[in-house]
């Protein structure tokens, strides 16, 4: 009794001195949520020193954790490369036909590279979403549960603009995580990220949502679509296609990109969210390619840098929202009534502050579907109802026989631009940056620096002219930059 009442007058003490002491020990009703003590050190004012307990809220993380980890997997893809082949003369290698360092005469040399990521087990009987750069260019993909099972996995389909990618793998009552919802994050909201770093399965680590719609320009795509979810968790090679979650352990991003000059986690990492993931799938699903819907405007955002850049020119004070730079003649914008020089504030609703929110905004919509804009145009603010189209400038939705050319023909590609075009004394056309394996340019054996400047005998004077193409590529005419024109036929 008597070191009850001494305690108690400690107590009393400290509270005269400035300090206090709460115990909020236990859970909330009907809540997961933990409260933890912590004992800090704190300094008065006085410059006395005393020792209290200050209670702070963590979130209990368990439930979230034991629960999604299950439907977390790892994924290794084996690709075929080329590799450099030695100049080293070995007899053994030419008596049976094989050219300098083992790869027959004619032959390039060919060896397997094996890379590894995370993916996310989304229904029961075998559906997974991972990211493009994890099965892109695979030549087998291998899925390994949390409960050690393997299973060949096959590709779905894929979305390069947006790095997702579905893939499927045969078997039954597995375990999944429920989609959650991206739009209703919070900064400062706890999250949980899940995947495979370093080869080391179903690793586990937490932070907070630190921003959203960040675009980092990252995704090597002209029409990509990025409006990553910004989180301090640890995501190192290897968690590339895992889960995003939240405290309830719903699937609210897939982790996709590190910002480290190192490659490794220094401390942000990046999600593609689930609104955008979510549509992708379904589209995947259900029609085996992705509606992506248009806008039709090429935009910057009006933020301070463009204020100083351009806003005394084009008579623009304020901040906010998104100026029309061109309008795309026959699409949706245009259609419409958008014009060039107007200010894009809202899309249903959404205040508008960055180009990726405008990105996101879109990429979860489909041909045909109709969104609501308010335009500030001068000093008034108009209302116009837009309705979406696809990248052939269509309204109807693509089915399996639309090609997607870009993905088709394999490669990076770029506008040949004026100067290049005056050079070769063409009207415009696509360089090829790179070819990448298995490729029609790569089948027909195109080289980089090629010009394409027509597909099908339909010009081809921009990068967006390849992308709004639908049918199956025929024919492809251009130039190599030594002026030497050059045409290649595919037999069907």
Do not use: C
């Amino acid at each position: 009794m008597k070191k009850a009442f001494l305690f108690l007058g400690v107590v009393i003490v400290a509270a005269a001195a400035g300090g206090a002491t709460a115990w909020t020990v236990g859970r909330t009703a009907g809540s997961r949520v933990e409260y933890i003590e912590r004992e800090v050190t704190r300094t008065p004012a006085l410059g006395s020193q005393f020792t209290a307990y200050q209670a702070e809220q963590y979130p209990d993380l368990t439930y979230a954790a034991e629960n999604a980890v299950r439907a977390v997997v790892n994924i290794e893809a084996v690709q075929q490369v080329e590799v450099q082949r030695s100049r080293r003369y070995d007899p053994f290698f030419e008596f049976f036909g094989f050219g300098p360092g083992g790869s027959r005469d004619g032959e390039p040399l060919r060896q397997e590279r094996r890379a590894g990521g995370s993916g996310v087990i989304i229904s029961e009987d075998g559906y997974i979403v991972t990211n493009n750069h994890v099965v892109e260019d695979a030549t087998r993909l291998r899925v390994k549960l949390n409960d050690g099972r393997t299973f060949d996995a096959r590709v779905i389909g894929t979305d390069p603009t947006t790095d997702v990618a579905l893939i499927r793998i045969d078997a039954s009552n597995l375990p999944t995580i429920p989609f959650g919802s991206s739009d209703a994050l919070r900064l400062g909201e706890w999250v949980l990220a899940i995947g495979s770093p370093f080869d080391l399965q179903s690793t586990i680590t937490a932070g907070i949502v630190s921003a959203k719609a960040r675009r980092l320009d990252v995704i090597p795509n002209e029409f990509r679509i990025e409006s990553f979810i910004q989180t301090d968790a640890a995501v190192n090679p290897g968690n590339s296609g895992g889960a995003l979650v939240n405290t309830h352990g719903e699937l609210v991003g897939i982790n996709t990109v590190i910002k480290s000059s190192t490659g490794s986690y220094i401390g942000y990492s990046f999600a593609v969210p689930e609104s955008i993931v979510r549509k992708v799938v379904v589209d995947l699903k259900e029609y085996g390619v992705v509606q992506r819907a248009m806008l039709g405007i090429r935009f910057q955002p009006v933020d301070q840098r463009f204020l100083d850049e351009s806003g005394e020119r084009l008579g623009i004070t304020e901040p906010g929202g998104i100026w029309v730079a061109s309008v795309e003649e026959g699409g949706a914008a245009s259609e419409a009534g958008i014009r060039k020089g107007d200010i894009i504030l809202s899309i249903d609703g959404v205040t508008l502050g960055e180009g990726a929110r405008l990105e996101e905004q879109i990429g979860k919509h489909r041909p045909n579907d109709r969104v609501k804009l308010s335009v500030k145009r001068g000093d008034q603010v108009k209302q116009f109802e837009v309705t979406l189209r696809n990248k052939a400038g269509k309204t109807e939705l693509l089915t399996k026989e639309d090609v997607d050319v870009i993905g088709v023909l394999g490669g990076r590609f770029a506008d040949a631009g004026a100067k290049l075009s005056r050079e070769l004394d063409i009207e415009g056309g696509v360089r090829v940056l790179s070819v990448k394996p298995g490729g029609m340019l790569a089948r027909a054996r195109v080289r980089e620096g090629f010009v394409i400047t027509h597909i099908n005998d339909r010009a081809v004077r921009t990068v967006g002219d390849l992308q709004r193409m639908t049918d199956k590529v025929l024919s492809i005419d251009g130039v190599y930059p030594n002026g030497r024109a050059a045409s290649y036929t595919f037999v069907e």
